[in-house]
């Protein structure tokens, strides 16, 4: 069964954690499980408040642009609700225009704005591949700082 926004409020709501208003999505984080409950795991300390997203996916897909306000419900690898988050400041940037500050606030690695790179030009690049794009310095990523309204379930 493919689990819908509609069924993981009701799950939510029936343990005592109710949403604030806004536009729900339900989202993951991470291409590996290794990878996921790694970034899991970092938001829950609160190392992670950044994450982004490759532009040119959300067109293939047909998806909506996240904004300000909107409320997701993430997956760990085995689609389990684990954490709800909030997008407090979205931008759209350039692969090569990402700053230091904003890839610390990712949480990854060492921290440093070279970890970033070469981590997230691995990631695009397969990523671009999938949809039939190719990557270059100048693809459009949409920057996303949040906030954790609940953690739902330790990290794995």
Known sequence: MKLTVEHLIREL???GVSLPTGDVRIGSFGDSEEQSASLIALIVAGTKRGTCSLLWSWHYESAVIPKVGDIEIVLDWH???VLVRRTINLEIV???RITASFAASEG???LSLQYWQAEHWRFFTEECRRIGRVADQSMPLVCESFEVLHVL???D
Do not use: T
């Open 13 to 15: 709501s029936a343990h």
């Open 79 to 81: 689609e389990r609700p």
């Open 94 to 96: 350039p692969f090569d």
């Open 108 to 110: 990854e690695g060492d």
């Open 153 to 155: 379930a330790p990290a």
